[in-house]
């Protein structure tokens, strides 16, 4: 079963945008009485989970909320699901502590697929009607559910499809390494580069200059409200920006390379750097990972996640000696050993390479051959086991 999510502009009128900013409004309070309701009992030493709360909430709405009935039942009942996954994740310290919601952030609800209904470039809602969408659903299958959620002015669908057939897989047999960097988004072992937009670089001025005139207004006053959606609609921009060349990148890589590698970075830690956080963030390193991720195992390709510890860029490409020290403003990389000069990011990411060629070559069903025998012994034995 392969399932996929489009996202889609909607074009509502003004009862469509009533109805859209009040079911908004019901998620909302569901999560905060059901965050609330969970601190409480937790205290107390009950046992507490997100089913008995929606329980809980569902005897006493028709008397004490009665206007949440105005829209879909979904958007009063699926908040507690999904603070309970938001508790787990917690408790796995994969996430942090649920926190309340306030109004006008993040805004969104939830519509299961029971009560949706897709024609074209029109979806029906329930208790509202059909609501016209600016293009129709690109994947073919059943519509499994759908969020319609707020950036800056704009509303959005994102409508989850169950594949009726899953993509054609890459049938490529080529192998590839992928180095990332601030300079350049990307740089691929065959010699390919590609340029990062830098939206939020080219954008900083503006992007001050309304964060300014954000703050001089008066709280709770219409001109402030006017300049917070000026400054989201610029960071929607950003972001679209930003995305739009990471889909282009990934869906490139999946359908030209059976076997993919890339190294494992440690975007946390690299975002501590107050020289260069911006500029990373600006590149999006961690989201090209998560597509990539997903369209290789859309495409069935193989994606090697060479290990943090691999010191790709220290490691000559051509005889393997590892430099011991290498300064990040050096952008061309000089081995001491064998006199070989390239490009830092090519000679990372030939390195990157390698390590596919002969890791993955099954994956590929082809031989790791025709690569340089003291560059594997040198690599394996100063850097130690890495994959």
């Known amino acids: 079963m392969v399932m996929l999510a489009h996202q889609i502009r909607l074009e509502p009128n003004r009862r469509e945008e009533e109805y859209f900013r009040k079911a908004c409004g019901v998620a909302r309070f569901?999560?905060?009485w059901g965050l609330s309701e969970w601190k409480k009992r937790y205290e107390s030493r009950e046992r507490v989970d997100g089913l008995k709360l929606k329980k809980d909430f569902n005897a006493i709405k028709a008397l004490e909320f009665p206007w949440t009935y105005e829209v879909t039942k979904y958007a009063s009942q699926q908040p507690f699901l999904h603070l309970q996954a938001a508790f787990r994740r917690f408790f796995e310290k994969k996430g942090r502590y649920p926190r309340f919601k306030r109004k006008g952030v993040h805004d969104s609800f939830y519509i299961g697929g029971d009560h949706l209904e897709v024609n074209g470039k029109k979806i029906r809602i329930p208790r509202l009607g059909w609501v016209r969408m600016r293009e129709a659903v690109r994947f073919q299958g059943k519509v499994v559910s759908a969020t319609v959620r707020r950036i800056a002015d704009k509303w959005f669908?994102?409508?989850q499809v169950e594949l009726e057939e899953a993509p054609t897989p890459c049938e490529s047999q080529a192998r590839v390494g992928v180095d990332l960097g601030v300079n350049r988004l990307a740089t691929l072992s065959n010699?390919?580069?590609f340029e990062g937009p830098k939206p939020l670089r080219k954008e900083l001025s503006k992007l001050r200059r309304l964060s300014r005139a954000l703050s001089r207004k008066q709280k709770g006053?219409?001109?402030?409200l006017k300049a917070r959606v000026r400054l989201q609609r610029l960071h929607y921009r950003i972001r679209s920006i930003r995305q739009d060349s990471l889909h282009k990148l990934t869906t490139y890589l999946t359908r030209n390379f059976g076997v993919i590698a890339i190294e494992d970075l440690n975007v946390r830690g690299m975002l501590k750097n107050r020289h260069l956080s911006r500029a990373?963030?600006?590149?999006g390193f961690h989201?090209?990972?998560r597509q990539a991720e997903y369209k290789a195992k859309l495409r069935q390709n193989h994606l090697e996640v060479v290990s943090r510890w691999f010191g790709s860029s220290k490691t000559c490409s051509e005889c393997g000696t590892i430099q011991q020290r290498l300064e990040l403003s050096e952008r061309t990389f000089r081995c001491e050993e064998c006199g070989y000069e390239a490009d830092r990011d090519f000679n990372a990411a030939v390195n990157l390479f390698r390590t596919v060629s002969s890791?993955?070559?099954q994956a590929c069903g082809e031989e790791g051959s025709g690569f340089s025998e003291r560059w594997s012994e040198t690599v394996l034995r100063e850097a130690g086991t890495w994959a």
């Open 280 to 283: 990373i963030s600006d590149m």
């Open 287 to 289: 989201e090209f990972r």
């Open 157 to 159: 669908v994102s409508v």
């Open 191 to 193: 010699g390919e580069t």
């Open 221 to 224: 006053s219409q001109n402030r």
């Open 359 to 361: 890791t993955g070559s």
């Open 30 to 32: 569901s999560w905060n």
